[in-house]
């Protein structure tokens, strides 16, 4: 019984830490009604400064139109695997769960979209919004394509 409380222990004690070094992001994007094909969208984290930090999502499957999303593209050096989807369509949403480290939350990070629509217009920083805990389950209205995006902690 010994044993097994202290194996027990252990393990919350090695994973209780882990737990709380990031927290699972909700992200949630509608678009506008408009005419042509689906968006191609980058979410991603800056610093204050609008330095890139890293992709959260891409909505958009082939590479050779993410150029187009222009602030993401220039900072982005790194493979997407693993967090590119289909295109979102006219009036459609994306919803998407992402881990964001604790340490970046209300610490002067922020979440980013650009967006862009073959034949259409390109949307660079379409959205900007603080990654804090005051910002968080309100809708802010993109520039360009994004009828309203809000996040959720």
Do not use: C
């Amino acid at each position: 019984m010994k044993k097994l409380a202290l194996t027990l222990g252990l393990v919350a004690a090695i994973a209780i830490p882990a737990l709380a070094e990031a927290k699972t992001v909700t992200l949630n994007t509608t678009l506008k009604s408009y005419g042509g094909n689906g968006a191609y969208l980058a979410i991603y984290l800056t610093d204050a400064q609008g330095k890139f930090h890293s992709t959260l999502r891409v909505a958009g499957p082939k590479a050779k139109y993410h150029s187009h999303l222009r602030d993401w593209s220039r900072g982005e050096k790194r493979n997407v695997d693993g967090v590119t989807g289909a295109s979102v369509g006219s009036g459609q949403s994306l919803k998407a769960s992402v881990n964001v480290a604790d340490a970046l939350i209300d610490a002067g990070y922020q979440i980013r979209i650009d967006s862009a629509v073959e034949d259409g217009r390109e949307n660079a920083a379409e959205v900007v919004v603080p990654l804090t805990a005051a910002t968080a389950g309100k809708p802010v209205p993109g520039k360009g394509y994004v009828k309203s995006f809000s996040f959720d902690m």
